[in-house]
């Protein structure tokens, strides 16, 4: 069943340099499909999408901060992130984000996933820098210092973090496809692979898999003992499971979806509590049951680079080419 529904325009975007404008409110279409009956546990599938920012480049990471009440996310090509607010709206939070050198170089420089850690600092995945790094200032008083917490397997440079997910022990788990190499006359591949890592609380790196040819998003099961990662391989798009074994080596538990037939794959996606996916993939967000049964689709134009869960897992929040999406959920 194909419901349709009306997305609402709160705020406005960004102009040249760090004014923030607001737009008037403007509605455009799309459509929640309901597959299976568990979808209407999560959604309403009347309810309304909400576009709470626009007239970016290429947005990508949300993260909710729940203490501030504030989303904060990507924007890649210009090396920026910013934070979006229910009061305050839209305004520049942190610049450069993922490339601190004076050498101009094109491509996607900027940060791609966010993470807060649970000692509350802002972990960044730096795709210009190459690294994954730590913002060495309060959430509440952004600057662009960063310390270095991983960069280089084995000698040679990372490609670009893409997306990372922290385990309730401080370990971090991260991708490191290489998008962020697309100006090769500056940087080049040092790796012949892409690679998912681990970041132990004492600063060691563990290589976990280097068969991924595209490894993207990342996420573990409600309980931790499952890992998953998405393959953006126009070749073998997937959604893979790994089980996590106690020495944490990773042993294949199969496809949770094969992307094929679909024109694309996914790209950043996140779990909740009862171990519901939302992935993004082609045509806006895939949600998947604990089960790993297809149960609905959130439609939508823009090309939807990632998401993010808040509200104790009552609003979804995508970041889609130039906007940045809520949806009010159950």
Same mark, same amino acid.
């Given at each position: =069943?194909?419901?349709?529904?009306?997305?609402?325009?709160?705020?406005?975007?960004? %102009?040249?340099?760090?004014?923030?404008?607001?737009?008037?409110?403007?509605?455009?279409?799309?459509? $929640?499909?309901?597959?299976?009956?568990?979808?209407?546990?999560?959604?309403?599938?009347?309810?309304?999408?909400? $576009? $709470?920012?626009?007239?970016?480049?290429?947005?990508?990471?949300?993260?909710? &901060?729940?203490?501030?009440?504030?989303?904060?996310?990507?924007?890649?090509?210009?090396?920026?992130?910013?934070?979006?607010?229910?009061?305050?709206?839209?305004?520049?939070?942190?610049?450069? %984000?993922?490339?601190?050198?004076?050498?101009?170089?094109?491509?996607?420089?900027?940060?791609? !996933?966010?993470?807060?850690?649970?000692?509350?600092?802002?972990?960044? *995945?730096?795709?210009?820098?190459?690294?994954?790094?730590? =913002?060495?200032?309060?959430?509440?008083?952004?600057?662009?210092?960063?310390?270095?917490?991983?960069?280089?397997?084995?000698?040679?440079?990372?490609?670009?973090?893409?997306?990372?997910?922290?385990?309730?022990?401080?370990?971090?788990?991260?991708?490191?496809?290489?998008?962020?190499?697309?100006?090769?006359?500056?940087?080049?591949?040092?790796?012949?692979? *892409?690679? &998912?890592?681990?970041?132990?609380? =004492?600063?060691?790196?563990?290589?976990?898999?280097?068969?991924?040819?595209?490894?993207? !998003?990342?996420?573990?099961?409600?309980?931790?003992?499952?890992?998953?990662?998405?393959?953006?391989?126009?070749?073998?798009?997937?959604?893979?499971?790994?089980?996590?074994?106690?020495?944490?080596?990773?042993?294949?538990?199969?496809?949770?979806?094969?992307?094929?037939?679909?024109?694309? !794959?996914?790209?950043?996606?996140?779990?909740?509590?009862?171990?519901?996916?939302?992935?993004?993939?082609?045509?806006?967000?895939w949600i998947f049951n604990s %089960?790993?049964?297809?149960? !609905?689709?959130?439609?939508?134009?823009?090309?939807?680079?990632?998401?993010c869960l808040a509200d104790n897992?009552?609003?979804?929040?995508?970041?889609?080419?130039?906007?940045?999406?809520?949806?009010? =959920?159950?």
């Open positions: =069943m194909l419901k349709f529904f009306t997305i609402i325009a709160l705020t406005g975007l960004f %102009s040249c340099g760090n004014d923030v404008k607001n737009r008037p409110t403007k509605n455009i279409e799309a459509n $929640i499909e309901r597959i299976h009956t568990d979808l209407d546990k999560l959604i309403n599938v009347g309810a309304d999408l909400e $576009i $709470i920012a626009e007239g970016f480049t290429w947005v990508e990471g949300p993260l909710w &901060v729940e203490e501030a009440a504030m989303l904060l996310f990507s924007d890649i090509p210009p090396n920026k992130v910013f934070k979006w607010t229910e009061q305050g709206g839209l305004a520049l939070y942190l610049e450069p %984000s993922g490339y601190t050198s004076n050498r101009a170089r094109g491509g996607e420089v900027g940060s791609n !996933g966010l993470l807060l850690d649970r000692r509350g600092n802002l972990v960044l *995945c730096q795709h210009g820098d190459r690294r994954i790094a730590r =913002m060495d200032a309060l959430l509440s008083h952004p600057e662009a210092k960063y310390t270095t917490l991983a960069a280089k397997w084995k000698g040679k440079k990372l490609n670009s973090p893409n997306d990372i997910v922290e385990r309730s022990n401080g370990d971090l788990f991260f991708t490191d496809p290489p998008y962020g190499l697309n100006d090769q006359h500056i940087e080049q591949q040092e790796l012949d692979f *892409c690679g &998912v890592y681990k970041l132990d609380t =004492m600063g060691r790196l563990s290589l976990l898999i280097d068969s991924i040819h595209r490894p993207n !998003g990342i996420a573990f099961s409600p309980n931790e003992n499952r890992l998953y990662v998405g393959n953006s391989d126009n070749q073998k798009p997937m959604l893979y499971a790994f089980d996590i074994t106690p020495d944490d080596s990773l042993k294949s538990a199969g496809i949770v979806f094969d992307f094929s037939k679909f024109g694309g !794959g996914p790209d950043g996606f996140k779990v909740d509590k009862n171990g519901n996916i939302f992935a993004s993939g082609p045509g806006g967000i %089960s790993y049964e297809l149960i !609905g689709k959130i439609h939508i134009k823009q090309r939807v680079s990632n998401c897992d009552k609003t979804l929040y995508i970041t889609a080419s130039n906007q940045v999406l809520r949806l009010r =959920m159950r």
